[in-house]
């Protein structure tokens, strides 16, 4: 019993498992120890000699009993010191172990849900795993630009082929950078649509999470790694570090979210002579005026503000900027192919490097005064070019004479703006090229029909013809009704004028001068008069001036354009569509829904929360024209008829001070608030 109570105290002392082994009775008197940590932790409670040690493993007391009670009641308070610790070592393992089944829980849940996220797109021969909590960029609706993006490759390698052929130069295979991949969906299209005739991609991208879409979906693809090579790092530096003669590359794709104004300058060297350069902008809104100020520090032009041009403005602008870069390194550009199409604009220009080319740059660049009152206009060349035998002189223009203060037609003012790319957006060689070949396969891409219809209206388009007017413009402006679109090119036509479409919307694009068409619609207002024009309006004084021009309306043949029966115009890819979010690298916290993740869901939910934000639930708020005795809806009114308390007039009064009509005089207000 003794040895017994013994044992506990040192088990709690000591913390041995089981000191019984060591502590044993040996007679009522002594016990027998052979534990040397239990002798030295007794000989510690030893100082009123209640213990004797006979030897170093006998302890021998008279009164043993006495003194092991006297042990427990002086160690009770270390004893339950200890009790704590000893929990709270156990607590601690156990809330550990809690914490790495909590987290091997976390980590089963997250795979789950990135296997729930992922979303399988197929798109024409490639098939990617796209993540749809928007980590990496990816628009369903671009799949018309991917589209065209080939054929404009497939084509410029048969072009390089004859090249090197008449050079006798052996061909080499060529090599793409794709400055920002993102899901590795265009780069692995290139990989297995372009053919044998390409050496590899370079697929490179700013995220990391982009990079390991593109390993993931170049092995989902079966696609060879020596055909893709995928890339991290920033596509400014990627480009400059390949800008040398033995490192540039071929092709060079620039397709950024926004303005690619900040990849210009490296893309124009990263790209080699003769080789083709691909850049998109979606930034619209600002080429197309609505931002001058952000145009000019980005692109370094000014757009006109709220014209019907704006689009083809946009395309200019853009074309100017890249050539501007070029121009710096002694480089010039020719484009093949220029569009607008559904939010972005997309341009495709071979780059070569000639001193003398970038010098006549000076004349392929203008500016233009547009009357604010008529929309009419004029182009104003930055700079003139004459050859005369070998020598080339540089001038800069005169100031067209019929550019005055006022406009001769209307008497309003110009704007000015520019400058802009005067020349030609198009090779419209090369775009019959591309119809050829969508004619021999026409089931080579999921948009071939779209894209057949666009390179028509390309090719139909005046080639040297700047700008295009929308068919009610002209009536806009004098309160006209608008009349039949063949009919106004039929006129323009039987005046012995060029008139085409362009292939950004339905429109007239024509060489005739702005006489000739305000002619067109002063002889039609004869037989259609206007209605209540004010006496300085631009109507007025348009109207107010007899035709010097004779107009034929008769139809022509020609009106319709030269392929009337190929369909140009398409409505728009989907609803609610447009550039997407930005990708947010996985940093962001919260996780769209798969209905979301569909282009366009998103804006069409955030339309759908903000519409009527401001509006007040006509439950709850009092009508602002009753308090005043001027509403006259009576019963149809949605806001509440009743007089309000004094705590509901003032806050009504405190909301609506904007809305609230002012009274006229001090005492209506007193008396108003006294009927209350």
């Not at 145009?295 to 709220?306: D, I, T």
């Not at 009274?663 to 209506?668: C, D, G, L």
Request: some cysteine; overall charge positive.
């Amino acid at each position: 019993m003794i040895a017994n109570r013994l044992n506990r105290i040192v088990k709690n002392s000591l913390l041995i498992k089981n000191p019984k082994k060591f502590i044993q009775n040996n007679n009522s008197n002594s016990i027998f120890i052979n534990s040397t940590s239990s002798i030295n932790y007794l000989k510690s409670y030893n100082n009123n000699n209640f213990l004797s040690f006979s030897s170093s493993s006998i302890l021998e007391s008279k009164n043993i009993g006495k003194i092991i009670k006297e042990m427990e009641d002086v160690k009770m308070n270390e004893v339950k010191a200890v009790e704590p610790t000893l929990e709270a070592t156990t607590t601690t393992n156990k809330i550990s172990e809690q914490q790495q089944e909590k987290e091997k829980e976390n980590n089963e849940t997250k795979e789950q849900l990135e296997k729930s996220n992922i979303v399988t797109v197929i798109e024409n021969s490639a098939t990617i795993l796209y993540n749809n909590q928007n980590e990496v960029f990816y628009n369903p609706v671009q799949e018309f630009n991917r589209d065209m993006s080939i054929l404009m490759i497939k084509l410029f390698i048969e072009e390089r082929k004859k090249e090197c052929l008449e050079r006798g130069k052996p061909f080499k295979k060529i090599r793409v950078l794709e400055a920002l991949a993102a899901t590795g969906l265009r780069s692995i299209r290139y990989a297995k649509e372009i053919g044998e005739d390409l050496d590899y991609i370079l697929a490179n991208d700013i995220l990391q999470t982009a990079v390991d879409s593109i390993v993931k979906n170049r092995e989902y693809n079966n696609v060879p790694e020596e055909r893709i090579k995928p890339n991290l790092g920033d596509a400014t530096m990627v480009m400059m570090e390949n800008r040398t003669h033995s490192k540039q590359y071929d092709v060079v794709d620039v397709d950024p979210y926004g303005a690619p104004t900040q990849f210009l300058d490296s893309a124009v060297q990263a790209v080699a002579d003769g080789g083709l350069l691909c850049v998109t902008a979606t930034d619209t809104a600002v080429l197309c005026g609505s931002y001058p100020e952000a145009c000019f520090h980005k692109y370094q032009s000014v757009p006109v503000h709220r014209a019907g041009f704006c689009h083809e403005m946009g395309l200019r602008i853009l074309l100017h900027s890249i050539e501007q870069h070029a121009n710096r390194y002694k480089r010039h550009i020719v484009p093949l192919l220029s569009l607008s199409v559904d939010f972005y604009v997309r341009v495709f220009v071979r780059v070569y490097s000639s001193p003398l080319e970038a010098k006549k740059a000076l004349s392929k660049m203008a500016n233009i005064f547009s009357c604010i009152g008529c929309g009419s206009f004029h182009i104003q060349p930055t700079g003139v070019v004459k050859e005369e035998g070998n020598s080339i002189k540089y001038k800069v223009p005169l100031l067209n004479k019929e550019v005055g203060s006022h406009c001769q037609h209307c008497t309003k003012q110009y704007q000015f703006a520019g400058p802009f790319w005067a020349k030609r957006i198009h090779n419209v060689d090369f775009c019959k090229q591309a119809i050829s070949f969508l004619e021999k396969n026409p089931t080579t891409f999921n948009t071939s029909r779209r894209m057949y219809g666009v390179l028509t209206s390309v090719i139909d388009e005046l080639p040297d013809q700047m700008f295009y007017f929308k068919s009610d413009h002209f009536t806009h402006t004098l309160h006209l009704s608008t009349p039949p679109t063949a009919m106004i090119k039929s006129a323009i036509l039987n005046g012995g004028y060029k008139v085409s479409s362009s292939h950004v919307l339905p429109s007239i694009k024509t060489d005739a001068p702005f006489q000739f068409l305000w002619d067109i619609f002063r002889t039609y207002a004869k037989d259609h008069p206007p209605k209540n024009l004010g006496p300085d309006s631009p109507a007025n004084h348009i109207l107010s001036q007899e035709p010097k021009n004779k107009i034929d309306f008769t139809k022509n043949p020609l009106a319709k354009g030269e392929h009337p029966d190929v369909p140009k115009y398409f409505p728009n890819p989907k609803e609610n569509w447009g550039p997407g979010s930005r990708a947010t690298g996985g940093k962001s916290t919260k996780k769209r829904s798969s209905d979301e993740a569909n282009v366009g869901t998103a804006g069409e939910n955030k339309k759908s929360r903000n519409q009527n934000k401001k509006k007040k639930n006509p439950t709850t708020t009092t009508c602002i024209y009753f308090i005043h005795n001027k509403c006259f809806k009576g019963d149809k009114c949605e806001y509440i008829h009743s007089k309000p308390t004094d705590s509901d007039q003032t806050t009504s009064t405190t909301t609506d001070s904007i809305e609230t009509p002012t009274p006229t005089t001090t005492t209506t207000t007193t008396t108003t608030t006294a009927d209350k």
